[in-house]
Nanobody, 115 residues
Framework: QVQLVESGGGLVQPGGSLRLSCAAS????????MGWYRQAPGKQRELVAT???????NYADSVKGRFTISRDNAQNTAYLQMNSLKPDDTAVYYC?????????WGQGTQVTVSS
């Protein structure tokens, strides 16, 4: 049974930081490109960042220079370090493992940026 479990969300003031984690089980983690997506109320889910199996990264323009995606294959965990958070970053953040045949999602973690 494949599970992706996100954690680390919460309420933070503008300019603050959060670190999201995505713990994977039931897959050979190192085989999968990983990604973080987000969905704000009334909006479509959008890509935030991806990291390939070899560690190459890609970011949405809206988060470049503020967010950093990383992975620890020994811990089967992907991370999203979010700095200089803005109210527009408020959303449910989802972890994704994108295999060639199967695509897996976590249940999401809420991030709220508000004063």
């Amino acid at each position: 049974q494949v599970q992706l479990v996100e954690s680390g969300g919460g309420l933070v003031q503008p300019g603050g930081s959060l670190r999201l984690s995505c713990a994977a089980s039931g897959i050979i983690f190192s085989f999968y490109p990983m990604g973080w997506y987000r969905q704000a109320p009334g909006k479509q889910r959008e890509l935030v960042a991806t990291i390939s199996r070899d560690g190459s990264t890609n970011y949405a323009d809206s988060v470049k220079g503020r967010f950093t995606i990383s992975r620890d294959n020994a811990q089967n965990t992907a991370y999203l370090q979010m700095n200089s958070l803005k109210p527009d970053d408020t959303a449910v953040y989802y972890c994704n493992a994108a295999g060639r045949v199967h695509n897996y999602w976590g249940q999401g973690t809420q991030v709220t940026v508000s004063s």
